[in-house]
């Protein structure tokens, strides 16, 4: 069994940055693709940023990019979404979640998730 812990949402104004942070424990995720994920008042969950079991290959959303990173830290089980120039557009509940299968790129199914960390950008 493996949980999965975000931390790092806040209130921010527009332009500001925030770190949000997956710990994954139980089980090492280091073998695991992890994706980030966003859930809108009134919308469907959508896809934000991913990246592989090494760090060395990432994707992000077209309305993220030049603004997101993602990175990970194997030795800490953890995983970031680094959010710079924030927009009120981006305010959602954040949710991280691991690729169902090892040494899986790109990511074709997701078997756990965190329990979100609320972002807000205000105006």
């Known amino acids: 069994q493996v949980q999965l812990v975000e931390s790092g949402g806040g209130l921010v104004q527009a332009g500001e940055s925030l770190r949000l942070s997956c710990v994954a424990s139980?089980?090492?995720?280091?073998?695991?693709?992890m994706g980030w994920f966003r859930e809108a008042p009134g919308k469907q969950r959508e896809p934000v940023a991913a990246?592989?079991?090494?760090?060395?290959?990432?994707s992000l959303t077209d309305s993220v990019k030049g603004r997101f990173t993602i990175s990970r830290d194997n030795a800490k089980n953890t995983v970031y979404l680094i959010m710079n120039s924030l927009k009120p557009e981006d305010t959602a509940v954040y949710y991280c979640?691991?690729?169902?299968?090892?040494?899986?790129?790109?990511?074709?199914?997701?078997?756990?998730w965190g329990q979100g960390t609320q972002v807000t950008v205000s105006s």
């Open positions: 139980g089980r090492t995720v280091s073998p695991y693709s």
């Open positions: 979640a691991r690729a169902k299968r090892s040494y899986n790129w790109p990511i074709d199914d997701y078997d756990y």
């Open positions: 990246i592989n079991w090494s760090g060395r290959t990432t």
